[in-house]
Structures are given as structure tokens and as C-alpha cells.
Nanobody, 126 residues
Framework: QVQLTESGGGSVQVGGSLTLSCAATGSTVCMAWFRRVSGKEREAVAA????????WYADSVQGRANISQDAAKRIVYLRMGSLQPEDTAMYYCAASATAGCALASDIRQGIGYNYWGQGIQVAVSS
């Protein structure tokens, strides 16, 4: 069983940036960030293969998000800049112990992500 603990959320002004962190208690193959706005479907934001370090980004954050990891500490970071009100959401860290990050379709649908964090709120205001 892998437990995920998110940190780093909060309130940010439009145009600002923040970094979310997710610490895992065990080995994973792929880790990702998702977000959900109340009343809307969950959206995959970014993912990273823990062995390869290869990232994936949703079109909505491409160019203004960076996902990275400290593999030794099993921590994944998501830094997002140029934040806009539409980035306001509950952000969830997720991990897969079996499936990789090879297929964007799997990432978008959250397929294979066995473990989920509790979620952390990000609010972007003007």
C-alpha cells in the first residue's frame, strides 16, 4: 500500500505561481497530478514516470507547468506559473504501482492509478 501526502496548495493571485508536492511512502511506476472543479469532470494535469523521469502535460497547462521529482525521497513536484482563475481546483496526487505513463490516454482517464492523495485546494484570485 502506498500513501500519498500532498502539500503546497493555497491562495494565489492571478499570474502567480505555486509548487505542489506529493510524497509517496512506497515505490511507484508513474505519478501524476489531477484536478477537479466542483461539478466538472476530473482532469489530468501532469504525470511523470518515476524511472524515466519523462513528463506528460495536459494541453491546458503546457508551457506553464513543470513536473519533477526527487526520486530518492519519492517526492513529486508540480510547479505551475501564470496561474489563472480557471486553475482553481482541488488538486490530487495519484500514483500507479503497476502501469507506466506511456499512454496519454491512460493518464487522461486515470487508468491504473491505484493510489490517491486526499487532495489539496488551489485558489487563484484577482
Amino acid at each position: 500500500q502506498v500513501q500519498l501526502t500532498e502539500s503546497g496548495g493555497g491562495s494565489v493571485q492571478v499570474g502567480g505561481s505555486l509548487t505542489l508536492s506529493c510524497a509517496a511512502t512506497g515505490s511507484t511506476v508513474c505519478m501524476a497530478w489531477f484536478r477537479r472543479v466542483s461539478g466538472k469532470e476530473r482532469e489530468a494535469v501532469a504525470a511523470i514516470g518515476t524511472a524515466s523521469g519523462r513528463p506528460w502535460y495536459a494541453d491546458s497547462v503546457q508551457g506553464r507547468a513543470n513536473i519533477s521529482q526527487d526520486a530518492a525521497k519519492r517526492i513529486v513536484y508540480l510547479r505551475m506559473g501564470s496561474l489563472q482563475p480557471e486553475d482553481t481546483a482541488m488538486y490530487y496526487c495519484a500514483a500507479s504501482a503497476t502501469a507506466g505513463c506511456a499512454l496519454a490516454s491512460d493518464i487522461r482517464q486515470g487508468i491504473g492509478y491505484n493510489y490517491w492523495g486526499q487532495g489539496i485546494q488551489v485558489a487563484v484570485s484577482s
